[in-house]
């Protein structure tokens, strides 16, 4: 029990040292509120990006899978130097390829969608015009999709196969485009971020609701419309094309792949031994990829949270100093009396601990508040993690302990005679 009352004794001289050098140790405490501050608002964010992520690629089935021209990474910064040259060399999909892969024996369907939300097209009604975030998909869209039907109807695939120009969007397009009056049966045109207009009008015949998850959070403006019309009607850069491919059921997914990859050869007229030059890009290796990405993030967010744990702990260094050079002679009486040196030692951990220990309180309660604001009021689904709570309190704890060693092991060392004598 003797450490328990050395603990209680150590937490009550902290605190009444944090109330004696209010400046000096809330330069301290902030140091250590920041980092934690970093790491709890960070991991939160990350966290429920991470799980949103995962949540919208595993909604469309388990054994979905894709077709693109190139690898995933090609696009993008994460792609390899072999990866990112396929992405241009390779030659893009043909939507008409994909009516050839859903004849396949394990196939339940194929379908083209070119994704062109980010592209910056606008949708023009009289003298209204918006930005929207189009996409084209083929008929059975909502069949892998949790997105909602509102009012209408979805085109049909008699449509979606001759290029009809018609079109589904969301109330948001309602509101902006057509001042709020029902959008059924009412007309637009598309422009391309070029300026160039399409001469066809499309119709609206359905609105639609995206499925809650962080990305549908951030696009307003949303609008589908058939591949083989945006083929026609819409220019658009062909590497976007994708195909969304879906086994039968009972189908294994590699028996699936394996028919694609042979027909996707045959349509490519690639001889054997020849490498592919398209990708099939599984769900996991999405996911994978995704993975990196976080990763990275959470390299930041330790990048950055150390340094606020470094600032606090040179300050944890600098009053712990001050503290034992104004308790020299204090520490020459309890060595007379018998203290150990361990116990000397375990004072000032347990001092420079607490102090530390404050500010990831703080910084835990901060953090908890900007998680609850983030969570909200934007898109982000933002939701503390345990371990997150876990390693703030151990890395506050460790930050005391680790930056107080020294000035505790000073102390602990000082001549009984000496300090006695201390002025």
């Known amino acids: 029990m003797s450490w328990l009352v ?240 879906t086994p039968k059921d009972g189908v294994p997914i590699d028996v699936a792949m394996d028919q694609v990859e042979g027909k996707m050869r045959q349509i490519r007229r690639l001889h054997p031994g020849q490498k592919d030059n398209f990708a099939i890009i599984t769900q996991d290796e999405i996911l994978k990829l995704w993975g990196q990405l976080t990763t990275a993030l959470f390299s930041v967010m330790f990048a950055l949270s150390s340094v606020g744990l470094m600032v606090g702990g040179v300050g944890v260094i600098g009053i712990m100093m001050i503290s034992v050079t104004e308790r020299t002679r204090e520490i020459g009486v309890r060595k007379a009396l018998g203290a150990r040196r361990n116990d000397i030692l375990w004072q000032f951990l347990v001092e420079a601990s607490t102090v530390t220990l404050v500010g990831g309180a703080t910084g835990m309660a901060i953090g908890g508040a900007i998680v609850w604001a983030i969570d909200h009021w934007t898109p982000i689904p933002a939701t503390v993690p345990l371990w997150s709570v876990l390693a703030a309190l151990g890395v506050s704890a460790l930050t005391g302990i680790g930056f107080g060693l020294y000035p505790a092991s000073r102390g602990a060392r000082l001549d009984p005679v000496e300090a006695l004598r201390y002025e």
């Open 6 to 245: 050395a603990l209680g004794e150590g937490i009550v001289i902290a605190l009444d040292s944090l109330r004696a050098n209010k400046v000096r140790s809330g330069l301290t405490i902030l140091g250590v509120t920041i980092g934690v501050t970093v790491v709890m608002v960070m991991a939160a964010a990350i966290t429920g990006i991470n799980d949103s992520f995962t949540e919208l690629i595993s909604s469309r089935g388990p054994t979905t899978f894709y077709v693109a021209h190139a690898p995933q990474g090609g696009g993008i910064q994460t792609g390899t130097e072999e990866e990112e040259s396929a992405f241009m060399k390779n030659p893009p999909l043909e939507p008409r390829w994909a009516d050839q892969l859903a004849q396949l024996p394990a196939i339940k369907s194929a379908d083209a969608i070119a994704d062109l939300s980010q592209s910056g097209y606008k949708a023009r009604h009289r003298d209204r015009d918006i930005g929207v975030a189009l996409v084209a998909v083929g008929a059975d869209f909502l069949e892998t999709d949790n997105g909602q039907l509102e009012d209408g109807r979805f085109f049909t695939s008699t449509e979606a196969k001759r290029g009809r120009p018609v079109a589904v969007v969301d109330s948001q397009v309602a509101e902006d485009l057509y001042e709020g009056r029902d959008p059924l049966q009412r007309q637009f045109t598309i422009a391309s971020p070029s300026g160039q207009g399409t001469a066809t009008p499309f119709q609206v015949v359905g609105t639609y609701r995206r499925a809650d998850n962080l990305f549908a959070g951030f696009v307003s403006h949303y609008m589908l419309i058939p591949f083989e019309s945006a083929w026609q009607y819409v220019p658009f850069w062909h590497r976007l094309i994708t195909f969304i491919v």
